[in-house]
């Protein structure tokens, strides 16, 4: 397996962290792991597990990645519930971001469902700066 470090931070290799469920079959035990790992999908630009882990409520159209930005760090700040057993969960972060060379930050509170022995992103509350 790669030793590559996986984008999300978690100082773990990209294959035994987020890389086993967006290039295997494994799925997210919590909602924070899938949130890690839904990172890594925009910072990798794979649209197709983004579209196969967000809700069907509330997945937009297009998922067209953002050539323009370049994702560079997550900071997890803290997590509601989303464990094994739960239906729901919340995890606050800090993505940090490059765009046409200026360095921003995102901090969102997102709110995911576990149904069907899968969790899914449903939506979350941004502030950008």
């Known amino acids: 397996m790669s030793t590559t470090p996986c984008p999300c931070g978690s100082g773990s290799g990209y294959a035994s962290c987020c890389g086993r469920f ?3 079959d494994e799925l997210p035990e919590t909602a924070e792991a899938l949130m890690r790992s ?11 597990y983004l579209r196969a882990t967000w809700h069907a409520s509330t997945r937009p159209a297009d998922l067209s990645p953002d050539a323009s930005i370049r ?28 765009l ?30």
């Open 100 to 129: 046409h060379g200026r360095a921003h930050r995102m901090h969102e509170r997102s709110h995911f469902l576990h149904e069907q022995g899968r969790w899914r992103y449903v939506s979350g509350e941004v502030t950008s700066s």
């Open 22 to 24: 967006i290039e295997g």
């Open 38 to 48: 839904r990172y890594v999908a925009y910072a990798m630009s794979r649209t197709h």
């Open 71 to 98: 994702w560079i760090g997550l900071k997890i700040l803290e997590t509601e519930a989303g464990g094994p057993g739960d239906a729901e969960g919340w995890v606050a972060f800090v993505a940090r971001y490059k």
